[in-house]
Nanobody
Framework: QVQLVESGGGLVLPGGSLRLSCAVS????????MGWFRQAPGKEREFVAA???????YYADSVKSRFTISRDNAKNTMYLQMNSLKLEDTAVYYC????????????????WGQGTQVTVSS
C-alpha cells in the first residue's frame, strides 16, 4: 500500500506563489509515475502536471510555464512549484501515484492523497 500526504496549500494573492509537497510512504516510489490533479467547486477533477519515474514532465496547457513539477526520490517527495497564481487556480490539489504504464496524463492512478486546498484571492 502506498500512502500519499500533501502539504503546502493555503491562501495567496493573485500573482503569488506556493509550493505543494507530496510525501510518499513507500521506498519504491521512485519507480512510480506521479501526478498532481485539482478539483474546483462544481467542476470535475482535472490533470495539472505529472512526472514519470524517469523524470519526464507533463503539464496541462493552463499551467504550462507557471507551474513546475519535480521529485526528490531520496526524500520520497514530489513537489509542485506554482508561480503567477490566478483566481482560476483555486481548487483542492491532489497528488497521485501509479505504476509506470500508460501516459501519465491520462492513465488511471491507483493511489491518492487527501488533498490540500489552494485559494487564490484578493
Amino acid at each position: 500500500q502506498v500512502q500519499l500526504v500533501e502539504s503546502g496549500g493555503g491562501l495567496v494573492l493573485p500573482g503569488g506563489s506556493l509550493r505543494l509537497s507530496c510525501a510518499v510512504s513507500r521506498r519504491t516510489s521512485s519507480s512510480y509515475d506521479m501526478g498532481w490533479f485539482r478539483q474546483a467547486p462544481g467542476k470535475e477533477r482535472e490533470f495539472v502536471a505529472a512526472i514519470s519515474w524517469s523524470g519526464t514532465t507533463y503539464y496541462a496547457d493552463s499551467v504550462k510555464s507557471r507551474f513546475t513539477i519535480s521529485r526528490d526520490n531520496a526524500k520520497n517527495t514530489m513537489y509542485l512549484q506554482m508561480n503567477s497564481l490566478k483566481l482560476e487556480d483555486t481548487a483542492v490539489y491532489y497528488c497521485a501515484a501509479k505504476p509506470p504504464t500508460g501516459d501519465p496524463r491520462q492513465a488511471r492512478y491507483l493511489y491518492w492523497g487527501q488533498g490540500t486546498q489552494v485559494t487564490v484571492s484578493s
